[in-house]
């Protein structure tokens, strides 16, 4: 599972936003105004991001806060570049759907090959862990990713900046993708991770939307500008309404649920996510006060091993993925009092468990002794550890994290998370 974060950059707010975040929102005056001179803006509605965060760090930068000065300058440095982004259409690809309908959205299975033993190399078969170029032809994959990060960066610096240039490019890029009528997508991932010889699609294709979650926080933080409209954010509902819709009743969406690793796992995330998106809050619940029993406990060993990760080629990253998509989950039990980050099997299987399982071998202590194509990082544990540290009383995790983050800057959402 490729991370979805940063193909623009995104060392955007590096350690200086870092900084700002870290601080406290200020304190009211005794008479119940802020201790500032400028007011609190309102927080955004945003629901894997921390809006206390973006509120204050909104504060610092607004009230002339020297010490935001360094990353107001790279934020806006990145933005400029964002502005450039696009345009992206799911309708830009050569090839054309079964539907004979290019507004849906194509993908290849990534990690499948011409047979070398068949006639024109068909049906593909599976090679774990190694890419096929084949898939780079497409493109939907690619442009979803590439759109979802130009409007990260974008709605970020609206919200922080109130400059307008901004959202109106953030704004541009989402209509394009979501609601006009000649490039938008339709809301489905029927012909995702299609292997060649086999079928036209997949229900783990799913997991190429998961930057979509990263679209609902955006869409909050744009909220307010002159260029996101009533009628773009009615579209939006509406867009992911369908998605919704359609992820809990087709065939590749029941499938996806089903999914026993990773995938299930992201599965989740997305529907809860767009559940408190639509205002779905009940739904979002519902699906969060499953995930104790449903994932963490099948998913995570009493040791912290998560088995179904290390059985893969690439074991340390899919461990990690994984325990990523826990950890977000969580973050969004915290809007519906739901505590999945405490959340403990009789025999010892949580989240924390399995921070602790991965942290020796970050820390030096251990050596991975699992498959690991590519070559094995320590350092990409660090955002694991960094919201460890925040959640849980043991100071082995900024230790840790300090060690891997020497002369490394982290991206401006893992500080957000």
């Not at 020297?66 to 799911?90: H, I, M, N, W, Y």
């Not at 033993?117 to 898939?135: F, L, M, T």
């Not at 009615?234 to 690793?261: C, I, P, T, V």
């Not at 690439?314 to 990690?320: E, M, N, P, Q």
Request: hydrophobic share 40%; proline share 6%.
């Amino acid at each position: 599972m490729r991370s979805v974060l940063g193909k623009l950059n995104l060392l955007v707010l590096t350690a200086a936003i870092g900084i700002l975040i870290g601080q406290p929102v200020p304190a009211p005056a005794a008479d119940g105004s802020s201790a500032s001179s400028t007011p609190l803006a309102p927080l955004p509605r945003v629901f894997l991001l921390d809006a206390k965060r973006l509120q204050a760090s909104r504060q610092k930068i607004s009230s002339g806060d020297p010490a935001a000065s360094a990353a107001r300058e790279q934020l806006q440095r990145d933005a400029k570049r964002a502005l450039t982004a696009g345009p992206f259409s799911v309708v830009d690809k050569d090839a054309t759907p079964p539907s004979g309908d290019k507004h849906d959205y194509m993908s290849q299975a990534p990690y499948f090959w011409p047979d070398p033993n068949a006639v024109e190399g068909s049906p593909y078969i599976r090679r774990d862990g190694e890419r096929n170029p084949e898939i780079n032809k497409l493109r939907n994959h690619q442009a979803m990713s590439r759109m979802t990060d130009a409007v990260d960066v974008l709605a970020l610096a609206y919200y922080l900046t109130a400059d307008e240039e901004y959202s109106a490019k953030a704004s541009q890029l989402l209509r394009g993708w979501f609601l006009e009528p000649a490039t938008k997508m339709n809301p489905n991932l029927q012909f995702a991770q299609a292997i060649p010889g086999v079928n036209s699609g997949r229900g783990i294709g799913l997991i190429e939307s998961i930057c979509l979650t990263r679209v609902v926080d955006d869409i909050g933080l744009l909220h307010g500008s002159k260029a996101w409209t009533a009628q773009d954010q009615r579209g939006m509902d509406e867009w992911f309404a369908a998605f919704l819709q359609w992820m809990r009743e087709s065939k590749n969406g029941k499938d996806e649920a089903a999914a026993k690793n990773n995938h299930g796992t992201y599965y989740d995330l997305q529907v809860a996510s767009y559940a408190f998106f639509l205002g779905k809050d009940d739904l979002a619940k519902s699906i969060l006060q499953q995930v104790g029993q449903h994932r963490i406990a099948t998913q995570v060993e009493p040791d912290g091993r998560e088995p179904l990760e290390l059985v893969r080629t690439k074991a340390w990253s899919y461990s990690i993925g994984n325990l990523s998509g826990l950890m977000s989950l969580a973050r969004l039990g915290e809007h519906v009092d739901v505590d999945l980050w405490t959340y403990r099997t009789a025999d010892g299987r949580s989240i924390r468990q399995a921070v602790d399982f991965l942290l020796p071998y970050a820390a030096g202590e251990k050596k991975w002794d699992h498959q690991q194509l590519g070559g094995w990082t320590p350092e990409s544990l660090a955002t694991i550890l960094r919201r460890a540290a925040a959640k849980y009383p043991d100071g082995r995790y900024a230790e840790v994290l300090q060690k891997l983050s020497q002369g490394k800057t982290s991206s401006w959402r893992d500080s957000l998370l």
